[in-house]
């Protein structure tokens, strides 16, 4: 079946390690996204991507990173500079920017 | 900026009909989106709304008024199973042509029996 897979489920970061969320999805979808989730919050943008090797930054992008290497493939990397990275991450994608996204399992990150 | 108001949550009865509003001031807009998210799970796609008038989709419908900043979701017939947030999000022009996505904090629904 097409789909948008995240993996892990739940992972854990000890103080001033990265860490780094695999999204992967197969329905041959230009552009690609990932949100960061809070409880009782929105979704709000970290990067998008709308074509391999090219990427931007959303509204919170600060202490983040990400490749888009593969048109398949957008991992996000959460590094030591992200102070706050327990959330809930979200990653998505669209056949192209105006259509609908598409939403993977997620992955839930917290702090040891 | 963008801002996106939706009321934090909202009660209604099995079998009743429930309208969750959504109101947007945004620089630009290119559309907007309703999203279901069950909790701990990830948000799933209802209805898109670019232009002005009422999108019926089986049990959920939405609207869109572009001049006042408004669209609401309506759905019918409730059933448990429609427990959750929905999410309202109103897509704009984002840099080198592309677009992005600003999502309201959603309206938790509990549908009693």
């Known amino acids: 079946d097409g789909g948008i897979t995240q993996s892990p489920k739940y992972l854990f970061r000890k103080e001033g390690q990265n860490v780094t969320l695999s999204c992967e999805q197969n329905l041959n979808h230009d552009a690609m996204y990932w949100y960061r989730q809070d409880p009782g919050q929105g979704l709000r943008l970290i990067y998008y991507s709308q074509i391999v090797n090219d990427f931007q930054k959303g509204d919170i992008a600060e202490g983040y990173s990400v490749s888009r290497e593969k048109k398949e493939s957008f991992p996000l990397t959460v590094t030591s500079a992200q102070k706050n990275p327990t959330a809930f991450y979200l990653c998505a994608s669209s056949s192209r920017a105006a259509q609908p996204q598409h939403f993977g399992d997620g992955t839930r990150l917290s702090i040891l | ?113």
């Open chain 2, 1 to 113: 900026g963008q801002n996106i108001d939706q009321p934090t949550e909202m009660t209604a009865t099995e079998g009743a009909i429930v309208q969750i509003n959504c109101t947007y001031q945004t620089s630009g807009f290119n559309g907007l989106f309703w999203y279901q998210q069950h909790a701990g799970e990830a948000p799933t796609f209802l209805s898109y709304n670019v232009l002005d008038g009422l999108e019926e989709k089986g049990r959920f419908s939405s609207f869109l008024s572009r001049s006042k900043g408004y669209s609401y979701l309506l759905l019918k017939e409730l059933q448990m199973k429609d427990s959750a947030s929905y999410l309202c999000a109103v897509r704009s022009p984002g840099g080198a042509g592309s677009y992005q996505l600003t999502f309201g904090k959603g309206t938790k629904l509990s549908v009693i029996p």
